[in-house]
């Protein structure tokens, strides 16, 4: 995901989003306080992508850290219903991808980056993960012939766009599509090349299409 940020000129998103995909969600969701928790974090959402709603969640953390002691910082987590030790754990990741970054000599953009040239690095590294739906069973149909639908806490879940890439795949009652975007399947051609299988349906000739006949002489 990383290195083809670096070709899409995102590289300092998709490094936050890779060390937050690296670890156990920071947002809690107690089952005694869920309605309260669900309206915390959702301030983060992106109707588009729950990748987003990490970024916008990061952004939000850097500002509050900045404006508080650490004791302040600690006491507004939990009072939003975010794991402070996770957080701390994705900033101390975030900090080590940045250090390996810059000993291969790649360097993080300064100015924010399109969210399409963002999804369409975390492809790059997803692409086991993609689903197109399927309207008559109101689910996704994903590579090699599995079958899951976006988990009820996803952005997405009620918006259920046309394809989707997920970070993780969970089995429970049935296969569920976590930390879900939205995607185009003209990304997916263009990065997975000789993995994909191609049919051709309904040939046809067309006589404005065909070469002209040789000509003797």
């Known amino acids: ?6 070709r899409n000129g995102c590289v300092r998103e998709v490094t936050v989003i890779a060390a937050g995909l690296s670890i156990q969600d920071p947002r809690d969701r107690p ?27 990061w952004r939000y953390l850097e500002q509050r850290q900045r404006e508080s002691s650490s004791s302040q910082f600690r006491r507004m987590c939990r009072a939003e219903y975010l794991n402070y030790l996770r957080v701390r754990e994705w900033q101390d990741l975030y900090g080590q991808l940045r250090q390996v970054l810059q000993d291969m000599g790649v360097k993080l953009n300064h100015d924010e980056a399109p969210p399409e040239q963002i999804h369409r690095s975390v492809l790059a590294g997803l692409l086991s993960h993609i ?15 599995s079958r899951f639908a976006i988990f009820p806490g996803s952005g ?25 975007a939205r995607i185009e399947p003209e990304w997916v051609e263009k990065l997975a090349g000789a993995l994909l299988n191609y049919s051709y ?8 299409r065909a070469p002209p006949w040789p000509t003797n002489g």
């Open 1 to 6: 995901m990383v290195l083809e940020a670096e």
């Open 31 to 57: 089952s005694e306080k869920a309605a309260a928790a669900d309206a915390a974090h959702g301030r983060f959402r992106d109707p588009d992508s729950d990748l987003i709603a990490y970024l916008n969640l």
């Open 131 to 145: 689903g197109v739906r399927d309207s008559e069973r109101r689910d996704y149909t994903g590579a090699r012939n």
């Open 156 to 180: 997405l879940a009620r918006r259920q766009p046309e394809w989707v890439m997920a970070a993780e795949l969970v089995e429970t009652t049935r296969l569920w599509a976590r930390r879900v």
């Open 201 to 208: 349906s309904e040939p046809h000739w067309d006589s404005r």
